[in-house]
């Protein structure tokens, strides 16, 4: 039964790829969407059997580490599987919709739609650093080639920015796990951990992990290393800036997030904790500043998307040398970001689509008088706004509220008051929009109505980004299941 | 679950539903929606008096859950809740009506009552949250649903109110999410208890109190307008007349007092907040609130502008009456939380019958409007004579109970307050008075509208007749039971003997 | 009685509250004109008919109501009514169409108000009415829509305000020490109070408004000619009083002596009785004339009241005297400022009997025998005897009160010159003769069987003086004529040359 499950997700999917890429877009897409219905099963399966009966190890193929692939199963892993099978479900249901079918080129979206989806759960699921390391560069060439399929120079011109700073990145992320495997002798993260249990911490391995956080905050687009985020997600299709923003930025995050958690209270200290935090903080301020400024709508979402991830950062801080409870409400405030942030953007990017189609202008004052015409595009993206704005009930809330907690249980008092800016910068640019759909205009402009599926998609996202916030305590609940030890090396 | 734990779900969700099924519906389905519209107001007061009822015989309607580890989301109907509660179901079916009439042929109508009924809901679930937490939930969503009919008319001078009141709520907002999380990490989840926690709390934790204490009024006072936290409430007067009657009579500025009520009253206790020396400040504050905006308001020329700095100064008598540690003030406090509601929708109603019938929007365009709309005059007037306090009048019986509550403890110096600002609200309002009656009417108005019969539209017209009646009726029959003073006194009655 | 008080003393308050409703349709304009004498007909109902004792009480009222009528309150009652009736006829015959409803709607509240606040027992309805009375009188007067009368509005409902503010204070302070919200506990508590100084210079100043004590008078000479002459006569016989009941239902008399309280009334009722007719014989209307004998008169009440505060011993005795006294002055003011408005016929002996007509009030006020006024000042002389009073300024009392009297003719005399020069010949309404002959005729008949009590001050039959009454009576009267001839002869002199 696992191995099934286990197969459907990682597997399955790269079926799915090989097989639209046999075929035109229409087929792709049919394909596609009963492909999206066998992976929401299984990941909902996944999903139950470990609320069911908690997490475990699993060596695929029944090969255990160090050779074989060894996957890490465990409620945050599936809550991550669920929360990508609805996103990409989303995306692909909108795409499916929203992008044009005339365009030979586009054939090229349901291939790289899976590989993506495949190399997320790679990631999520990876145990060791290796693997992660392969769905890493898997995400992220088929995300290069999504933003590529923009098709116009400046897609090009972005994707290959992104791909430049993904390589980098993956650069300094095997540089670290090169380190690691020399000083450890084992890529399983697992296997470190048990390593330093009973040995001293090996001198310069604190290097390997900087290096690992670093390439991988590069890919996370932390500030100050964000500059190839914005103009690769504001020029992507909306589906596609959907899936990068919601969930490719945030597969490098869970990796230095594990990396962290697992390693981090030996190999790190406390100023690099710091240093880390600062620089999340940095983030938001600065993000959401420029969110502010941006005159096309897409280019705030896009540097809202800097501002948010800027939150995640915090974990850092947050768990370095601090009580149990404090590193509890981090975690869970954390998780929760990565997921309503997920949700939420998503949603924001996708209702953006429809708002761009339906004015014909990317612009931001080229929403004036569209309340009128798109009331339902518009609120979704107004709803997926009060969860960036982090106001309650949303998800965005609810973490906000557990990081306040951590913050103040922590005595590091200054992340409050980051927190609290931040929850107001983005309510700066999320008003902004709000602003520019209330306005008037004396011309009834024409407005193109797009098809109500469309309008749907991103209400669902946005609805659930709101409502994560009132049953955050069931979601949180999966993740503390106990872990089933016996399969640890 | 039985019934008594759902009653107040459902007196939320009435509005909640009403709202989305409002969004659906077609612009063009005026009669389907203002029937959905009068039905879920009318359903909803149904189920508040019952819990009214039903509160007051000592029945417990409640329903909490968890909802971020460590918090718990609570619903719960007590004396004070079921108050702001009333108020807000009573005030809604009215508005509703009015604001039908009012938005008659105006266009995004769904959306202004779909807001609108969400607005509603957020009312309700501040009047029904059992515990800070739950109290900010909906607090922040008032704000949310309110911005969209700040900004309804879509001009420049709309969104810049609108930028002005997103900005003013959401700070104060924040600083009130810190407060209350700073409180949690102190003591942990409180619920909201007649009484309060801390009395004889341990003096190890008296600072933060102080601190966590301030930053709570601080966050409050911003919807609450207290100076200088008020700047935001003059310039949303661009709002249709429905909205600043509801923003000003009923939600946001009340939902500001009635959390300042709950932090002194069911988190601190009225003795620890004694104690702890934090009730003084508050009333003077709150006096110089009163003073300061009377004195302001008798400079504005717009109507509703000058309708707007008498609300700055009328909402901070409930805080002055709750800041004054004796339980006459306290019911003088509360009881005006009803009173100035039920006044300053009328003077609302009636400014928004002026303009929409006459197109006066300023005071010196008012001249002899009293023949051509007599109807809305007595009510304005009705309304007008309340707030300066003039007998048998709603708020002469909340003046004259605080005044009694202050002069039994010692506090001379709040009856000076309440003369002056009787004083004052008699300066700004009497000359309005007087060109409404006595002055002879200019040639022609500057934008009239012919409604056959009445001197307005029907829908317009009952509203502020209504309430001018209740201002009166509220008065008159202040002693007879569930009237608002006699109500005020049984949430007194169990905050001070709890 | 046929019907019981209660519903009675209901049907008189709520009758003219209820009335301006009528407003609401045009049609009923004319119906709405004829009822104004019918509003004040329970309430004399019930100050005629029934016996005081009685009272209502109604819980759910304010803060608790109780209404009834005693003694005093009857008296009051029963000027209101007679007063408001007359005017009421009046009004039906002198009133112009122009916003005819609007005058009777603010006649009927202000008739309720000062009904309502005499038969008030507690404080809350009290002031209600009180303050009702204030607000709606406004109405009336600036009715005429002038200048002047604006003019005059803004002062009044200024004074008003701050006359209103000080009452609120004065009985929010007394009902705190009181601790109950009935008139009747308050004199007590205020005597023991600590802050009872304060308490009584808010209750006299703010009801001193209305009943024009000196300083506070400044509204009263502009309001009360201005008004439409039914309206000024209500206002100066009627609501002025109101004033004067207020004192009389809250200050602590017969409680405690107070010389220092009582010396200040004494010297501000002086005050007002000479400084008043001073200005007034300089005034050019004979409206302006009457409004400053209304605050001379009101000077010698005030007057009595601050004997009736200086020695606590005579102050039921007192009561009884002003409460006589004001219903005298309240009749015979109407008449007087009614009388403003007639036109006089055509025919000599018809002239001189409206001439007779017009100045026997006049003389009354000040004291002629035989008529109401010789009884009201006999009963302040024998109130006010020197040998009975025990403080510092009693002896002044006599010289004042005849100085008082003397001011009076001559304002009276003046008001006659100055309405001689105004009155022209012409045709009057039938309702305004009907209204105008009946404040006459109940200011110098009906009197007599109405119930004031003065019990034991003067000797029966009360309306035949003693001759050694008589002389004190007539001689400051001869002065005041003297005077006048003296001025005129003057005058005369001066326009000769």
């Known amino acids: 039964m696992t191995l099934w499950l286990m197969a459907g997700l990682l597997f399955t999917p790269l079926a799915w790829a090989v097989l639209t890429l046999l075929m035109n877009f229409t087929w792709g897409r049919l394909v596609t969407w009963v492909g999206i219905v066998v992976q929401v099963l299984v990941s909902l399966g996944l999903w139950l059997a470990v609320s069911r009966d908690g997490g475990f190890y699993y060596g695929l193929g029944g090969w255990e580490a160090p050779l074989g692939i060894e996957l890490r199963v465990d409620g945050l892993a599936v809550t991550f599987v669920l929360l990508t099978a609805v996103v990409a479900s989303a995306c692909g249901w909108h795409a499916g919709v929203y992008i044009d079918a005339d365009k030979p080129w586009h054939r090229y979206f349901w291939p790289l739609f899976w590989f993506l989806w495949s190399g997320l759960n790679a990631v999520w699921l990876g145990g060791d650093l290796f693997n992660l390391y392969v769905g890493l560069e898997l995400i992220s060439l088929s995300a290069v080639g999504l933003v590529a399929l923009g098709g116009k120079a400046g897609a090009l011109r972005a994707s290959i920015r992104y791909l430049l700073a993904a390589l980098l990145g993956s650069l300094a992320y095997l540089l670290g796990v090169a380190l690691i495997y020399g000083q450890f002798g084992t890529l399983s993260i697992a296997g470190v951990v048990f390593w330093l249990e009973e040995h001293p911490v090996p001198a310069g391995s604190s290097l390997a992990l900087a290096l690992m956080v670093t390439g991988l905050a590069l890919k996370t687009a932390l500030f100050p290393l964000h500059r190839w985020l914005p103009p690769a997600h504001g020029i992507a299709k909306s589906p596609v800036s959907a899936l990068l923003s919601a969930l490719v930025v945030k597969a490098s995050f869970y990796i230095a997030a594990r990396l962290w958690l697992e390693l981090g209270e030996p190999l790190g200290n406390l100023a690099a904790a710091q240093l880390v935090g600062l620089l999340g903080s940095a983030a938001i301020v600065w993000g959401s500043w420029l969110a502010c400024r941006q005159l096309e709508l897409k280019q705030v979402v896009a540097y809202s998307s800097v501002a948010q991830i800027g939150y995640l950062f915090l974990l850092f801080p947050l768990t370095y040398s601090v009580s149990e409870s404090v590193t509890l409400q981090a975690q869970q405030g954390i998780t929760l970001q990565v997921i309503s942030h997920a949700l939420a953007k998503a949603a924001m990017f996708l209702a953006a689509g429809n708002l761009i189609l339906s004015t014909g202008s990317s612009r931001v004052d080229a929403l004036k008088g ?120 | 679950m039985t019934l008594n734990t759902w009653i107040p779900v459902l007196a939320l969700m009435t509005s909640l539903i009403a709202s989305l099924v409002i969004f659906a519906l077609p612009e063009k389905g005026y009669r389907l929606r203002t029937a959905v519209n009068l039905g879920a107001a009318l359903l909803k007061l149904g189920l508040v008096v019952v819990m009214v009822w039903g509160v007051f015989r000592g029945v417990g309607y409640g329903v909490s859950f968890t909802m971020v580890p460590g918090v718990t989301f609570v619903l719960k109907a007590d004396a004070f809740s079921m108050m702001f509660a009333g108020l807000s179901a009573v005030l809604w079916l009215l508005t509703t009506i009015y604001a039908v009439g009012y938005l008659e042929d105006s266009p995004n109508r769904s959306r202004f009552f779909g807001f609108f009924s969400l607005c509603v809901a957020s009312t309700m679930g501040i009047a029904l949250a059992g515990n800070l937490f739950t109290f900010f939930l909906f607090y922040e969503m008032l704000t949310l649903s309110t911005y969209p009919l700040v900004v309804h008319r879509g001009t420049e001078k709309a969104l810049k109110a609108g930028r002005t009141y997103v900005i003013y709520t959401l700070t104060g907002g924040a600083v009130l999410l810190l407060a209350i999380a700073w409180l949690h990490g102190v003591v942990g989840d409180l619920p909201f208890r007649e009484g309060g926690h801390f009395t004889g709390s341990d003096p190890d934790i008296h600072r933060s109190l102080t601190l966590i204490f301030i930053l709570l009024v601080a966050g409050l006072g911003v919807k609450a307008a207290i100076f200088p936290l008020h700047g935001w409430l003059p310039q949303a007067m661009v709002a249709p007349a429905p909205v600043s009657a509801l923003l000003h009579a009923v939600a946001v500025v009340k939902a500001g007092a009635f959390g300042i009520v709950r932090v002194v009253h069911d988190v601190y206790g009225v003795d620890a907040s004694s104690a702890l020396g934090l009730l003084e400040p508050l009333a003077w504050l709150a006096a110089f609130t009163i003073i300061y905006a009377s004195v302001r308001a008798l400079w504005q020329v717009d109507l509703k502008r000058r309708l707007a700095f008498s609300t700055v100064s009328q909402v901070s008598y409930i805080i002055l009456g709750v800041s004054i540690f004796g339980p006459v003030a306290a019911v003088g406090g509360l009881v005006h939380l009803l009173h100035q509601g039920i006044m300053k929708i009328t003077l609302f109603f009636c400014a928004g019958n002026y303009a929409e019938t006459l197109g006066i929007h300023r005071i010196d365009e008012m001249d002899g409007a009293g023949r051509r709309m007599p109807g809305t005059s007595v009510a304005f007037t009705i309304g007008a004579f309340g707030m300066i306090g003039a007998p048998p009048l709603a708020g002469f019986i909340t003046k004259w109970t605080m005044g009694s509550g202050a002069l039994a403890v010692n506090m001379d110096w709040v009856v000076v307050v309440l003369v002056a600002s009787s004083l004052l609200n008699a300066a700004y309002f009497l000359p309005v008075l007087y060109r409404l009656w006595f002055r002879k009417p200019a040639a022609h108005w500057p934008h009239e509208r012919q409604w056959g019969r009445l001197e307005t539209s029907a829908w317009l017209f009952w509203p502020p007749l209504l309430t001018a009646v209740m201002t009166v009726m509220v008065g008159v029959l202040a002693s007879l039971p569930f009237s608002p003073l006699s109500w005020a006194e049984l949430i007194v009655l169990r905050e001070y003997s709890p | 009685m046929m019907l019981p008080e209660p519903l009675l003393v209901i049907m008189a308050v709520c009758l003219p509250l209820l009335y301006p409703a009528m407003a609401l349709r045009a049609a009923w304009e004319r119906a709405m004109r004829y009822a104004l004498p019918v509003l004040p007909l329970p309430a004399l109902v019930l100050a005629l008919g029934s016996e005081p004792g009685w009272q209502l009480e109604m819980p759910w009222l304010l803060n608790g109501g109780l209404w009834a009528v005693d003694g005093v309150r009857r008296l009051f009652l029963l000027l209101t009514a007679v007063l408001w009736m007359v005017a009421g006829i009046y009004a039906v015959g002198c009133l112009r169409p122009d916003h005819l409803r609007r005058f009777c709607v603010f006649w009927g509240l202000t008739l309720a108000g000062n009904l309502g606040l005499t038969v008030a027992v507690d404080i809350g309805s009290f002031y209600s009415f009180f303050a009702l009375m204030t607000f709606a009188g406004y109405g009336l007067v600036v009715h005429e829509g002038t200048n002047e009368a604006i003019r005059a509005g803004r002062v009044y409902l200024v004074m008003a305000v701050l006359g209103e503010m000080a009452i609120l204070t004065g009985l929010l302070l007394a009902s705190a020490a009181a601790g109950s919200q009935m008139l009747a506990d308050l004199p007590e508590a205020i005597a023991a109070s600590p802050r009872r100084d304060l308490i009584m210079a808010l209750l006299i100043a703010g009801f001193g408004v209305k009943a024009g004590l000196p300083l506070l008078h400044f509204w009263l000479p502009l309001a009360h000619p201005v008004a439409p002459t039914p309206a000024s006569a209500v206002l100066s016989g009627a609501m002025i009083k109101a004033g004067l009941l207020g004192w009389l239902v809250t200050l602590p008399f017969g409680e405690v002596a107070m010389p220092g309280w009582g010396a200040l009334m004494i010297v501000a009722g002086a005050v007002g009785a000479i400084g008043a007719a001073v200005l007034g014989v300089c005034q050019q209307r004979p409206k302006a004339v009457l409004a400053y004998s209304s605050i001379s008169q009101m000077g010698l009440m005030v007057l009595m009241v601050g004997v009736a505060l200086a020695d606590s011993g005579r102050a039921p005795v007192l009561f009884s005297v002003i409460a006589l006294y004001a ?157 006048a001839l003296l001025t005129l002869w003057a005058s005369r002199l001066v326009k000769q040359r």
């Open chain 1, 370 to 489: 569209v309340s009128r015409f798109l009331p339902f595009s518009l609120f979704s993206f107004g709803l997926a706004g009060v969860s960036l704005m982090s106001l309650p009930p949303s998800g965005g809330f609810a973490a906000k509220w557990l990081l306040l907690q951590a913050s103040l249980g922590s005595g590091q008092w200054w992340w409050v008051l980051v927190l609290l800016v931040g929850g107001l910068l983005s309510a700066a640019y999320v008003f902004r929009i709000y602003r520019a759909s209330f306005l008037e205009s004396s011309e009834t402009d024409h407005f193109y109505h797009p098809p109500r599926s469309l309008e749907i998609i991103p209400m669902i996202l946005a609805l659930l980004s709101l409502g994560l916030g009132l049953v955050s305590a069931e979601v949180l609940s999966v993740m503390a299941l106990p872990f089933e030890e016996e399969g640890s090396p």
């Open chain 3, 327 to 483: 219903l005298h002055h309240g009749l015979a003011k109407g008449s007087l400022f009614l009388s403003a408005g007639v036109s006089l016929p055509a025919g000599a002996m018809r002239r001189a009997v409206v001439w007779l007509l017009i100045a026997l009030p006049g003389l009354s006020l000040a004291g002629l025998p035989f008529t109401s006024g010789a009884l009201a000042k006999l009963a302040m002389k024998e109130g006010l005897l020197e040998n009975r009073l025990e403080f510092a300024l009693a002896g002044y009392l006599s010289p004042l009160m005849t100085a008082g009297a003397v001011a009076t003719l001559l304002l009276i005399l003046r008001y006659l010159w100055t309405l001689s020069a105004k009155l022209g010949t012409g045709h009057n309404p039938p309702m305004l003769v009907a209204g105008w002959l009946a404040a006459v005729g109940v200011s110098l008949v009906a009197f007599w069987w109405m119930p004031w009590e003065a019990g034991g001050l003067v000797e029966s039959p009360v309306w035949l003086p003693a001759p050694y009454q008589l002389w004190a009576l007539v001689w400051p009267m001869l002065i005041a004529l003297g005077l």
